[in-house]
C-alpha cells in the first residue's frame, strides 16, 4: 500500500537554527508531493508543491523542498527558522491517481526565542 | 473570495446520538473532501466527491458514517449512533478542476466530542 513517512514527530529548535524534515513515500509511478502547514489555531494551507520540472522547490515564508527520486523523498527546509513557524507540517502524495492524497503523520515544530 | 466554511466549529453529544457536519465548498470547486484528524494522528481521508461521479467511500471507517453533496456544493457528513472513539476534529476541503488533487483548500474544521 502507498504511504507517507515523515520521521521526525517532534522537533523543537531555536530561533536562527537551520531546518530540515524528512519526508519518503512508497510509491513507484509518477507522483505529485505537497507540504502543508497548521499554525496553531490556523487552517491547513498549502506551503508548497511539487509537480514536476526543477525539483528544488520554493514556497511561503522561505521554505524550500527538493524532491529526490532516487530517495523516494520530499524533505522540507529552511535555512533560518522563526518563532511563528511553530506549527504542525504535513506531508502528503498524490500518487499517479489525481484524487485523494495520502498524508504522513506530521511533524510538530516548536521554535524557542 | 470565502474560503472553506464549515459548521458547526464545535459539538459535544452523547453517545449514541447521530451528529450532521456541514461544509461549504469554496465556489465553482468540484472537487470535496472528508478527512478526520485525531489527537496526535495524521489526516485520515474519508470520503471525495468529484463533480457527478460516484463518490468515493473508501475511507470511511464503518456504516454509521454516510456523506452527501447536494446540487455539487454542500456537503453533509451524518454520524449515526456516534461512538467516543467518533471524538476528532472532521476536516472538510476542497478543490479546484484545474488546480489538481493536491491543492486543497481547508475549512476550519469541526470538533467533535463524544461523551
Known amino acids: 500500500a502507498q504511504s507517507v513517512s515523515q520521521h521526525n514527530h517532534h522537533v523543537i529548535l531555536s530561533e536562527a537554527a537551520s531546518l530540515e524534515l524528512g519526508c519518503n513515500y512508497s510509491?513507484?509511478?509518477?507522483?505529485?508531493l505537497f507540504w502543508y502547514v497548521q499554525y496553531p489555531g490556523q487552517h491547513l494551507q498549502l506551503l508548497l508543491k511539487?509537480?514536476?520540472?526543477d525539483p528544488l522547490v520554493k514556497g511561503i515564508k522561505g521554505f524550500e523542498a527538493e524532491f529526490i527520486k532516487s530517495k523516494f523523498s520530499f524533505n522540507l527546509r529552511k535555512p533560518s527558522v522563526q518563532w511563528s513557524d511553530t506549527a504542525e507540517y504535513f506531508c502528503?502524495?498524490?500518487?499517479?491517481?489525481?484524487?485523494?492524497?495520502?498524508w504522513g503523520l506530521g511533524t510538530s515544530l516548536a521554535v524557542n526565542p | 473570495g470565502a474560503g472553506v466554511s464549515q459548521s458547526p466549529s464545535n459539538k459535544v453529544t452523547e453517545k449514541g446520538k447521530d451528529v450532521e457536519l456541514r461544509c461549504d465548498p469554496i465556489s465553482g470547486h468540484t472537487a470535496l473532501y472528508w478527512y478526520r484528524q485525531s489527537l496526535g494522528q495524521g489526516l485520515e481521508f474519508l470520503i471525495y466527491?468529484?463533480?457527478?461521479?460516484?463518490?468515493?467511500k473508501s475511507g470511511l471507517p464503518s456504516d454509521r458514517f454516510s456523506a452527501e453533496r447536494t446540487g455539487g456544493s454542500v456537503s453533509t457528513l451524518t454520524i449515526q449512533r456516534t461512538q467516543q472513539e467518533d471524538s476528532a476534529v472532521y476536516l472538510c476541503a476542497s478543490s479546484s478542476p484545474t488546480g489538481g488533487a493536491g491543492t486543497q483548500y481547508f475549512g476550519p474544521g469541526t470538533r467533535l466530542l463524544v461523551l
Open positions: 511539487y509537480f514536476s520540472g
Open positions: 466527491f468529484q463533480g457527478n461521479s460516484a463518490p468515493d
Open positions: 510509491y513507484g509511478g509518477t507522483v505529485n
Open positions: 502528503a502524495v498524490d500518487a499517479g491517481n489525481n484524487r485523494k492524497l495520502i
